[in-house]
T-cell receptor, first 113, second 113 residues
């Protein structure tokens, strides 16, 4: 029940394309859903996050779509650029209590020039 | 402002050897975490701490011990290293009362031969 399932494992798109990464969870107690971006040799860094009281959040070219009834959320990258090539992790947390972050298995994105 | 600093960055151990990984944060964060990152497995929580003097087990705690004697430091120990502990280890910290973002260090690449 603590798992966060992420797909696909890897993704290749052309510059300007819109890669979509999907995540699903089981535990309805999760109330915070961040996405982290990781470049090779670096630690993950927060990209964008959403709470279950909204269905969509946009920050620049990055959008999270959230479907509470389906227990799914996804990351969309608009007008993708080669600089977006990185590994993306979804995560889920319960913000009352221990604040443990449970991460998905990651998606390696490559944007071709 | 260094953020989260991990020491060392790289280490090679022989099976059965012991070592300690050090994580230091200068953001006055209450919560600290140790994750391991393996290909196809994402980030898995080893141990975490919600404050000075407290520690708790995460998803994969076996073979590891931790200590949080000072608020700014979180130590991860391997008493008898095994090849299965070959991984990249990440420390993170957060301050839930302020915001929900977890800040990660640069990682420690550990190889056990």
């Amino acid at each position: 029940q603590q798992q966060v399932k992420q797909s696909p494992q890897s993704l290749i798109v052309q510059k300007g394309g819109i890669p979509i990464i999907n995540c699903a969870y089981e535990n309805t107690a999760f109330d915070y859903f961040p996405w982290y971006q990781q470049f090779p040799g670096k630690g993950p860094a927060l990209l964008i996050a959403i709470r279950p009281d909204v269905s969509e959040k946009k920050e620049g070219r990055f959008t999270i779509s959230f479907n509470k009834s389906a227990k799914q959320f996804s990351l969309h990258i608009m007008d993708s650029q080669p600089g977006d090539s990185a590994t993306y992790f979804c995560a889920a947390s319960i913000t009352s209590g221990t604040y443990k972050y449970i991460f998905g298995t990651g998606t390696r994105l490559k944007v071709l020039a | 402002n260094a953020g989260v600093t991990q020491t060392p960055k790289f280490r090679v151990l022989k099976t059965g050897q012991s070592m300690t990984l050090l994580c230091a944060q200068d953001m006055n964060h209450e919560y600290m975490y140790w994750y391991r990152q393996d290909p196809g497995m994402g980030l898995r929580l080893i141990h975490y701490s919600v404050g000075e003097g407290t520690t708790a087990k995460g998803e994969v705690p076996d073979g590891y011990n931790v200590s949080r004697l000072k608020k700014q430091n979180f130590l991860l120990g391997l008493e008898s290293a095994a090849p299965s502990q070959t991984s990249v280890y990440f420390c993170a910290s957060s301050y839930p009362e302020l915001n929900t973002e977890a800040f990660f260090g640069q990682g420690t690449r550990l190889t056990v031969v």
